[in-house]
């Protein structure tokens, strides 16, 4: 059993800035991508931010210079600095990690429950 914990979002006014996080915990062996995806209102889930075990990261064009992510292996932790926020980055963020368990080969996905992030104008 794999679980990511988030924390992190809240309300914050346009221009400001947050902070989410993500812990993954259990039976990890391994932890390849990491990343964080978003949902608004009445729209698909979207990539927002996604990074590597090697430290390679992916951008969104709509976030990119002003969203930064990284991660802490050791820890299992994904973080998603979030600075000049507009009110269109209003979304409920998700954390996702593709990892392996002890004694499998094959990598599996989890999934957090969700933080909601709300930028107001």
């Known amino acids: 059993q794999v679980q990511l914990v988030e924390s992190g979002g809240g309300l914050v006014q346009a221009g400001g800035s947050l902070r989410l996080s993500c812990a993954a915990s259990g039976s990890i062996f391994s932890i390849n991508a990491m990343g964080w995806y978003r949902q608004a209102p009445g729209k698909q889930r979207e990539l927002v931010a996604a990074i590597t075990s090697g430290g390679s990261t992916n951008y969104a064009d709509s976030v990119k210079g002003r969203f930064t992510i990284s991660r802490d292996n050791a820890k299992n932790t994904v973080y998603l600095q979030m600075n000049s926020l507009k009110p269109e980055d209003t979304a409920v963020y998700y954390c996702?990690?593709?990892?392996?368990?002890?004694?499998?080969?094959?990598?599996?996905?989890?999934w957090g429950q969700g933080t909601l992030v709300t930028v107001s104008s």
């Open positions: 996702n990690a593709d990892f392996r368990t002890y004694g499998s080969l094959d990598y599996l996905d989890a």
